[in-house]
């Protein structure tokens, strides 16, 4: 990978590439860092993984569950922790930066199309409801 020519390699958003042991996580694929989630879908507030039938926060960094990222929009968040790493970094070294976002995704049966209600407000206009709420998510 990267790494061979010194890049910083750096992942944020969703990994999905498998997580059955750690060996297959971002950590240990050859990023130095990761902000994100390691399942295919999850909750875009509250940041639990939906895909299997038992529960659990699925918003990392690293290895470990971002506890303070709780109730922050997953757009937003990828938003902030790339602009973030990009800021961070030494403008003389080399960056390798993966952002996968997880917008426009509705992974969640009990919250379809899940966007930050102010924004959703801000397009009254566009109708149907659902579609205000996918335009909400693209916005």
Do not use: C, Q
Not at 71 to 100: C, M, Q, W
Request: net charge negative; aromatic share 12%; hydrophobic share 35%.
């Amino acid at each position: 990978m990267a790494e061979a020519i010194r890049y910083k390699n750096h992942i944020v958003g969703k990994w999905h590439l498998g997580h059955y042991t750690r060996r297959y996580t971002p950590l240990e694929r050859g990023f130095d860092s990761h902000v994100g989630f390691w399942t295919g879908h999850h909750h875009m507030f509250d940041h639990s993984a939906v895909e299997t039938e038992t529960w659990g926060l699925d918003m990392r960094r690293g290895y470990d569950v971002a506890y303070d990222l709780h109730g922050k929009y997953t757009t937003h968040v990828i938003r902030d922790e790339a602009v973030a790493r990009i800021g961070n970094h030494s403008v003389g070294d080399p960056l390798f930066l993966y952002v996968a976002h997880a917008a426009v995704h509705s992974a969640n049966p009990y919250d379809f199309l899940p966007a930050p209600d102010v924004t959703v407000a801000g397009l009254e206009h566009v109708e149907p409801y659902p579609r205000r709420k996918f335009a909400a998510m693209l916005s």
